[in-house]
DNA sequence: GCAATTTAGTTTCCCGGTTGACAATCCACC
DNA sequence: GGTGGATTGTCAACCGGGAAACTAAATTGC
């Protein structure tokens, strides 16, 4: 049986916690709890989350892109960038291409890394339907155009 | 000057983004960056956000956590909070009391980091509303709702 | 044309976090 | 009351990121 301890007085601050100090902590909290899960969605796959972002990036670009651009995009770091692609091409999801500005290697999406998004696409959108299921379509369009006004 | 490559033909998957889908995603950006200057924010105090988190939990229960209800409260692991609160400790910031079930020791928010939260509320605060600035009092309390609604 | 500066990528080291193994302790059940 | 199973905190090992140092290459200025 745990012992009650004797109350100490343990010095509190009152904190007068501002409409907006809520929302950001809700909004970190939420994030933070999305990133974890969505982390081990992909860890599945052998792959982060990180790894997955790269993809999508150069999916959506629909050409090759230098390892900075990438970084850019996700806001990452070189040195990151570097790791991250590192692993997708060794598991030959991407490759890296020469350039004419030979410090440059263009990073290009093979088949088998747009193959590998083509699979995992329904599974990657269920994972958000799941997540935003609680609210309705039109919130869901309100939360999207409230984050969009902080970025 | 850069040579323009010779435009390879990149595999591309047409991906249908759905509304739910790009919400999630913008959640998850705002958040992660967030989380960045936030922590960078605390860093200027020697401690980093989760440190902070902490006190901060520590001071709104009004009296002294086990490290596992911190870790609960907090979504971080037991192994985690014993680290957070060792540098905490090593501060001055919280003391770990013996509690009557021996294997539990209970942090207690000391006189020094009371004080601490009280000198960085402003500061604090002043974050949270700069972050929010975009968003009136109204659209705020909707955004908070609708991050309820996720949690 | 050559030196100085800038840029892309890599490597190394560090930091913060998790997982898993461990010891101590408590609890449940017989 | 004793044994097996949970629970708490700690430690070691590992992993994903960033910063800084470094290399190679391009650009700028003279």
Request: with cysteine.
């Amino acid at each position: 049986m745990i012992q009650p301890v004797e109350n100490k007085q343990m010095p509190k601050i009152k904190l007068s916690t501002s409409l907006a100090e809520q929302a950001l902590i809700k909004l970190m909290r939420v994030g933070d709890r999305l990133w974890r899960e969505s982390d081990e969605r992909f860890g599945r796959w052998g792959i982060s989350d990180n790894h997955y972002n790269v993809l999508r990036i150069l999916n959506g670009a629909g050409e090759p892109l230098s390892q900075i651009e990438i970084g850019r995009r996700m806001l990452s770091s070189r040195a990151n960038v570097t790791k991250l692609i590192d692993l997708l091409e060794e598991r030959k999801f991407v490759k890296r291409l020469a350039c004419g500005d030979r410090r440059v290697k263009l990073i290009e999406l093979t088949e088998t890394g747009a193959t590998f998004i083509a699979e995992t696409a329904s599974d990657v959108i269920g994972f958000a339907e799941k997540v935003l299921k609680p609210l309705t379509k039109a919130e869901q369009k309100s939360l999207a155009e409230l984050l969009d006004k902080l970025s």
